[in-house]
């Protein structure tokens, strides 16, 4: 059974950092598409605002393009999200999500949330002074 457990949201202040976790178990980490999504309050869900592919390919929207950064570390199973120059409107619940595929970025970069096969449960991140 895959699961998918996210942790390392919290409070931090318009510019501050946070760097989010998302561990992967049950499943062959290395041969996964790996996104963050998020869902403010009152909004749809957003994204995938990042995507780590399995070649190692990653994908940035352009609203947290250069100010977030995906990483995974195979052996650990999981997948990192930095956060860096918060913004209030970065206010949201933070979801990893994972597609069962080798299919290099420019692929999965097309799919929405629908592409996705599982998800975690979300982390609370709250940017506010």
């Known amino acids: 059974q895959v699961q998918l457990v996210e942790s390392g949201g919290g409070l931090a202040q318009p510019g501050g950092s946070l760097r989010l976790s998302c561990a992967a178990s049950?499943?062959?980490?290395?041969?996964?598409?790996i996104a963050w999504f998020r869902q403010a309050p009152g909004k749809e869900r957003e994204g995938p605002l990042c995507?780590?592919?399995?070649?190692?390919?990653?994908y940035y929207a352009d609203s947290v393009k250069g100010r977030f950064t995906i990483s995974r570390d195979n052996a650990k199973n999981t997948v990192y999200l930095q956060l860096t120059n918060l913004k209030p409107e970065d206010t949201a619940d933070y979801y990893c999500?994972?597609?069962?595929?080798?299919?290099?970025?420019?692929?999965?970069?097309?799919?929405?949330?629908?592409?996705?096969?599982?998800w975690g449960q979300g982390t609370q991140v709250t940017v506010s002074s």
């Open positions: 999500a994972v597609r069962l595929s080798t299919e290099p970025v420019i692929v999965v970069q097309d799919f929405g949330a629908d592409g996705f096969d599982y």
């Open positions: 049950g499943v062959a980490f290395e041969n996964l598409a």
């Open positions: 995507i780590k592919a399995s070649d190692g390919g990653t």
